[in-house]
């Protein structure tokens, strides 16, 4: 059992960067995979992340400009954004998921804990 709390999102012109933040509370923080997740509007929900044990995964989308970090003592999940580009724009969902699930991070019907969301804007 986790809570999840996102902030960071915000307004940004292309190519600028953002850093995400998700704190979570509660019991076995560190058994979870972990993940980010996106949902343009009028579109479902998407992967864009995941770690686990230091383990990371990305969506092609987002390899080489994202990269997903943990610190287990500060229950945080973190998510810098670079070389941001219009299509990015989407709400940001923080997710946990039990361990097993992260050999398919990418199927947010696994992950039983999101938070609230984030909004990011990348302007043109």
């Known amino acids: 059992q986790v809570q999840l709390v996102e902030s960071g999102g915000g307004s940004v012109q292309a190519g600028g960067s953002l850093k995400l933040s998700c704190a979570a509370s509660?019991?076995?923080?560190?058994?979870?995979?972990m993940a980010w997740f996106r949902q343009a509007a009028g579109k479902e929900r998407e992967g864009v992340a995941a770690?686990?044990?230091?383990?990371?995964y990305y969506a092609d989308s987002v390899k080489g400009r994202f990269t997903i970090s943990q610190d287990n003592a500060k229950k945080t999940l973190y998510l810098q954004m670079n070389s941001l580009k219009p299509e990015d724009t989407a709400m940001y969902y923080c997710a946990a998921a039990a361990s097993f699930h992260c050999r398919i991070w990418y199927n947010r019907a696994g992950f039983a804990y999101w938070g609230q969301g984030t909004q990011v804007t990348v302007a043109s």
């Open positions: 770690i686990y044990t230091g383990n990371t």
């Open positions: 509660g019991s076995n923080y560190r058994t979870y995979c």
